[in-house]
Structures are given as C-alpha cells and as structure tokens.
C-alpha cells in the first residue's frame, strides 16, 4: 500500500526556473495538503484541497499555485522560484477530519 | 495569537524519565486534535490521536481541556528512541484543514 507519494525526492532549481512537485495518494481520501517546512518555522500551510475539485489558500501561498487534478492528485507548481522557497515541501491527505498522512518529502534547492 | 503554539525546547530527559508537552491553540470550534511525531529528515507521523476524556496508549498519554483549549503529552518511562520533535496539531477555523504547531524536540539520553 504506497500511501502518500510524492516526485521528485530531491531538486535543485535555478532562480527564476519553474518546477511542479507532484503528489498522489491511493486512500480514496477527499483532503489533500502542501506544506512546507523550514528550519525552526514548523510545518507550514501552502494550499489544501478539501475534495475534488477544490482548493484554498494556506498560511504561506505567495509564489504558488496549485491543481487538484482528480481525487488521487494534487500538484503543486513554482511559476519562478526563489532563494527564499527553499525547503522541503510534504504532501499530506486526509479523510473528513481524521489523521493526515504524509508523503516523504521533497527537498528543493533554489539558487 | 498564533493557532497552536507549543514549547520549543528543547526538553533533555534521561532515560526512563516522564516528561510533558504542552500545546495551546486559538480556535474554540477546532474538532479535530492530534500528536504527531517526526524523525530528523523524516515525514511527520501520527502518534495518536486526542479525545476529549483523555487517551492512553501505552507510556504516551495525551489530554485535552477545551475550555483552556489546551493539549498535553506525557511520555513516561522514556527511552532513547523516544527522541524525536513531536507536532501538536489541530483542525482549522473550517475544520477543512490541519494545523501544525512548530513542534517540541525531545532528546533522551542513557
């Protein structure tokens, strides 16, 4: 049961080049997140998608956007990445409000 | 006021110690409450979850005050693979999302 998947593990970007993480998960759940996480800030709320179709801003949306593509997936896309979205950025999905689980990460470098 | 807040640490315990976490939040209609655990470069993982009697699960107890709107952690009998950050979360406003607090490193020592 793969759960929460996230592509790519890793990646470094030049300033200004766009990227897409992608995210898939294989629980039949309705609520999808991107969070990021930095060094003594916590996880962070980017975008979250309550069901299908859907998607709302988080505590940090700035600089990104997002597509719920169906059910399983859900994206997250840098138009033109900065030094400062340097992080490592989790998936998460949730059923109504149960746990969430969480994808293994995605390690971006911007310089 | 932030939506959950937790102490940072971090806590430096010994083996075989009880230690607290304490975890405040903002939102009085929040329905949902958790304690997850995360491992250095890892994905954060649920530990359990927090009911409004209070739950056990073997040395990890967890409790809930709504009116104070106050969560706790208490590990007893701690062990050296007990070190790790552990996140307080908590549904949002809409109930649409989940919150998490900065987490609180604990470190235990033989």
């Known amino acids: 049961n793969a759960g929460v998947t996230q592509t790519p593990k890793f990646q470094v970007l030049k300033t200004g080049q766009s990227m897409t993480l992608q995210c898939a998960q294989d629980?039949?759940?309705?609520?999808m997140y991107w969070y990021r996480q930095d060094p003594g800030m916590g996880l962070r709320l980017i975008y979250y998608s309550a069901s299908e179709g859907t998607t709302d801003k988080g505590e940090v949306p700035n600089g990104y956007n997002v597509s719920r593509l169906n059910k399983r997936e859900f994206s997250l896309r840098l138009e033109s990445a900065a030094p400062s979205q340097t992080s490592v950025y989790f998936c998460?999905?949730?059923?109504?409000?149960?746990?969430?689980?969480f994808g293994q990460g995605t390690r971006l470098t911007v310089v | 006021r932030k939506e959950v807040e937790q102490d940072p640490g971090p806590f430096n315990v010994p083996e075989g110690a009880t230690v607290a976490f304490n975890c405040t939040y903002s939102?009085?209609?929040?329905?949902?409450f958790f304690w997850y655990r995360q491992d250095c470069r890892k994905e954060p993982k649920l530990l359990m979850s927090v009911y409004s009697s209070g739950n056990e699960d073997g040395r990890f107890t967890a409790q809930l005050n709504r009116a104070s709107q106050y969560i706790s952690l208490l590990i007893r009998d701690s062990k050296l693979s007990d070190s790790a950050t552990y996140l307080c979360?908590?549904?949002?406003?809409?109930?649409?999302?989940?919150?998490f607090g900065k987490g609180t490193t604990l470190s235990v020592s033989s």
């Open positions: 939102n009085s209609a929040s329905q949902s």
């Open positions: 979360v908590v549904n949002n406003q809409a109930g649409t999302a989940l919150i």
């Open positions: 998460a999905s949730s059923e109504n409000r149960n746990e969430a689980f």
């Open positions: 629980m039949n759940h309705n609520s």
